[in-house]
């Protein structure tokens, strides 16, 4: 039995590829080829276009697949949402669908866009967002390049945005978010209902969100002599349960824990500070909580 | 006053831009713009996806623009062609748009698309195609890879092909041919009318053309003794008139001509048994007839 | 003292250098040299063709090598083995030398080449198989692209193939394997007698297959409940001691294993279900058993 | 409150972003940018050509910055060195500013070069060292690629060197040496006197020698029985104190232990030969002792 | 005798081999040497930073140089201009060296520098046109990136600009311009008395003249019949001497013109409606006057 | 009738292209393809080693080829040479194949080679050499990097030089010259017999030796007054019968000279001198005398 799984071709590719080798799964695929092999005999892996995924996972060509919020949308797609995964983005801000005008536009707000043209690659999660609205507006499918279709030749675009500095680059406004946006990691719903296919889908899920997991952490370890352990307990965050074990023949005790990157730059001199020796800080490929 | 011309952004753009330039308009644009400044006062260049000009030409965005028939039929864009070009491909082959099936289907003829599911770029030009024809599929917009979908996503598929070399690696068979289709130069109905943007229009063509016939044509030059002009005369191509000067002090002429290039490897040979003497070949810029 | 080693130059060259970093040595060549410096007094090393590498191993002017086992035959070297690597390929399956026909060829086996003309770059290899197989052929030595020679230029060629894909392009077909190939680590007799250089040779051994071993593992670790320490171990390979130690203060173990990669996928959802908490993964640089 | 931060621009950029990326700094920048942006909001980073860094600091226009000895002194800045950071260099030799002849020239010291003619980029500090040693020169200022200058425009040279690979190549013979430099975390005097700036200074210190060092080291774990404990802690280098922690249900002990990799080539092998089992290594992020 | 000849390494380089190898010289250059071959045995090149060639040219270590008038000045060279020659940029419009400002900032003009921190290049040059301007400011040598310096480190800058966009994409607004400079071809004043080095100089110049001239001109041919010479005449620009010879056996002539790129298309079409035949453009490797 | 060609595929391959293109022949190759398409259905062009091709052409397995001189003696191949073709070359100096040494080794002469080993790519030639001097000594083929292998692998080499300069880099000192090597269009004997083919390869060889002789000639074009003319003849180099016309309405002749590109740098200075007026150089792409 096999799962059949569509992941995105093209800019997202090598970062997904990563995301699986990191958790445990190879992806091998020739240059010009849409299907790559997989060292796991269970899964069966196709490149397309992330626009296409939802609908073909939709309609039961693929059990399952990668795709963002945003497409699934944008084809109606009855699915199962299995994961939510944060990858290949370069800021921790989530990817936004807006609507954007010339900065000198006066439009202001949604309502001001009646009777305006708007171009969009999502048409139709442009069209309920304006429907729901009241707004009645002409909205037309852009090929790309959206963001320079303001002012000549659209009044107003619908477009993705992650930092804003393209839209802010081409001197656009952004007058209101239609949605965010994250990779979803999806289902078939027959597929779902398949007990061995569920299973699959969910060790996936919790291989992928263990190694995206461990890429925001650090496994840190030091020893501490037994008289200073309580004052260093106190500094590690409260919620983080460390692995305390005796040394032999002495009365230091090794201390281990994972903990958040970002904490790691505050805590390592304070620890240093409150007596914690032989600090040393790895790396982690996958934390299952 | 200025002519607002569209030329495709992408995999064409150098090709463009170097015919372009050859035809005396120089276009420098920087990495990620759409405005390309142009040594032309008279015109006024964006840049945009092949597969939108014609609509924004249709209405009257742009006065003109460059882009394929194919996509002109597909925006159902009421337009003035202008120019035909060739261009930018690899043989003399004209581009065409056909339906393909895998190798071993069992749809030999378009009659068996019947109920079928095709995917392709041109949901209109196909649907057109296959209603014309009496056929009832169902036909999606493919976002890319349209090529690989036969068979595991699709029945058929309606794709553009130059040599048919994408189509025999993905194991395809072609069953019928929708349109062929080059290149166009092509104006709003509004704008030809103009008379100012009309010569601007015939001009640019008149330089284009000029550019792309000087691409198979050379310039040859010999010089021939008196009693052997006829000779010489008799060999070169019929239709073409070449210009013959006596030389000062001498029974000798030059004789010099423009010819196709493909026709020079047989005659140079040729001339040099029947007599010509100092043949040179030199390349040419532009060629009006 | 030195050891005189030959490494391969070319496509194999940087995974050769990575696998000697991972094991602890570090080589840095300018580009064009052959003489790269590493971190290591004793240690010479040459990059060579890794053709040529069995020859002067076996002729003493280096005391060890990196080469294929195809071409330690095709040198009728006569070298001590000292460690099988596996390193630097795209599949698990080894290296075959293989004879191969065209798809149409009425060549069915070995027997059918009586005659025949068969390119090849492992000339010697190839006429020994031949021989073995009372096949009398005309073997010539083959400079390059030698699988596009069937079938204009020879009838069969013998072939270095890994996955059969390149194999597959030109339209050929296997009719033999002659032999199965991975790199060896090689020394020359007299040098393996040296106790010094043996003794170089050995650990060496240990460092680079160390090296390789940890690239298909991994390290885990959790912290289990005592009472479900049991159900735990019987989940974890058999074979595989886990590091058990008691935590401080509490009646929680950490365990700890190294594991294939390969078993992860499977391992970590048990795991987690059997009552394993902060599973934690992370990259090994050596595994010693 | 923000410390302001001058980091080195062009060839050292990479390495730089490396490793504060690995003290847990992300700094990412659009290409030609000089505003890095990072995930700390107490730091504000400009980057520059490292030649100007110390000249910056010393004015208070940036509170801190690396670069080399040999800017700070061409630059007289009045500076505090906060940390000496060794990285971003081939081999382990120090950077040194040499003076250099062409190889047949009769300069064969310092005092010859009375009345000669010196190109270098650090005027100041190579007027300094000929003032010390009584030695009247013209020291001009070369713009880049110093080490051609001699013997057609110059008589000597005072250049940076690595290797000393560069002055080979040119022919070029070393005479003196005027400093050895390595890269400084370097503050200004009232940024150091501020009670926060420091500690933030002093924490950055820490995290970054603690990733450097860590480059340079790896962990070793390894189980041993109890008997053979003694032989094994004798085996380790006296000055680290392993980490050792009893087995549950065993009498083997797990003897964990930070090492330079250097040293680990010799230890394995040895380890192994002593009784240990299961020995694995890991590599490091940070290491504070 | 050979002429020494200082041209510049870096950015310049190419365009400059370029130029040469249309004036007829051929220089090769291993990539990391100095001294390129040329197919000249009367030459002899080096390559060197553009800002150190005057200086050299100044001091008789070479004969003559390729630089900026910007770097003649700032060297304070004293030398012989022996040609003009524009080439490399990317638009013809000339080089300037302008003081710049933040676009906020209160300085208004060259006045409010008093006082006043600029960063430049050109510390001499600018230096100077402040005095003459009675302005008293501190000028600080900048190693490059001067354009992001303003405002944080200085007040204003001295920047080379050629289309401003630099300026101002880093929101920069100039107050004045200090000089305008293009590529000089300038010679010592011993060289330039020799009177074999001179000519060697003064043939120099006129093939790259002849170079660059050609770059924007092209040969035009046509047939005309002779009662429609005057027509076609009057509509060649006048300054021009059309070459007009008399075909043979035939009331045609054949109007052989060399015209500026810029005027053809404007040409063309005109020629072709006034009754001109067969016009051919091509193209034009050197023009001399 | 097809004429079956065979031409170097790798670091000629694209060289080789550019002269076929200039002569009139179009090949496109798809990148890992060894059968080019060409715009001459007459010929049939295999790609491959030049090493291999004269022992294809020599048994008609094709019917003529382009390799080495030396390719074609180490082929003890029996075929016809049609045409010497230099191109592809970075100086005029023939290509030569040598004896090299170290150059402190004590090997002066070929007679000190008597039983020394010698590493070459050209067995055969290298051994031929040697017994017709009366040398005997062991040669061993080397799979390339030839010039790195003395003096630690062998005493000498026989490698291909140009330039010499990859000896000087290696320290090598050449003792003598076995062959001086240029490439030759070659024929097989039996389809040099072909009149169809023999026909087809001498227009082929006139195509591109019209190409190559064109690469190092342009055109030159000059009006001159009557009065003058006989001085210009003066100048122009005699074996040059220069195209006269008499222009309209004038006394001014047009003078027409096709030239060696080298003689141009010394000509257009002396015919502006000798009153040529508006003189203008074009480029050529055959030159046929």
């Not at 995105?8 to 299907?35: C, H, I, M, N």
């Not at 995206?212 to 919620?239: H, S």
């Amino acid at each position: 039995m096999k799962l059949r799984l569509g992941l995105p071709k093209g800019s997202l590719q090598e970062a997904t590829f990563q995301l699986f080798k990191q958790a445990g799964f190879e992806l091998t695929v020739r240059s010009r080829s849409y299907f790559p092999s997989v060292n796991d005999p269970e899964l069966e892996v196709v490149l397309m276009r992330a626009q296409e995924i939802p609908r073909y996972v939709h309609e039961g060509v693929l059990d399952a697949g990668l795709s963002g919020l945003d497409w699934i949308l944008e084809n109606e797609a009855d699915v199962v949402e299995v994961a939510d995964l944060v990858y290949a983005k370069s800021t921790p801000n989530p990817i936004r669908l807006v609507i954007a005008v010339a900065n000198d536009s006066n439009i202001k707000s949604v309502s001001d866009l009646n009777g305006k043209r708007i171009a969009t690659e999502l048409v139709r999660v442009t069209q309920k967002f304006l429907r729901e609205n009241g707004v009645n507006a002409y909205v037309e499918y852009s090929y790309g390049a959206t963001e320079v279709k303001v002012p000549h030749l659209v009044d107003a675009i619908a477009d993705i945005t992650e930092t804003g500095s393209s839209l802010k680059a081409n001197n656009l406004r952004v007058i209101a978010t239609i949605l965010e946006s994250t990779t979803k990691l999806h289902a078939n719903k027959e597929s779902w209902n398949d007990p061995w296919k569920r299973e699959k889908l969910q060790n996936l899920a919790v291989l992928l969100q263990g190694a995206l997991r461990a890429r925001a952490r650090v496994g840190l370890k030091m020893n501490v002599p037994g008289d200073r352990l309580d004052t260093i307990l106190a500094i590690l965050p409260a919620m983080k349960q460390p692995t305390i074990s005796q040394l032999v023949n002495s009365d230091w005790v090794a201390v281990e824990v994972i903990l958040e990157e970002r904490q790691v730059r505050d805590l390592i001199p304070a620890l240093k500070r409150a007596g914690a020796h032989d600090i040393i800080e790895y790396p982690l490929t996958k934390v299952i909580p």
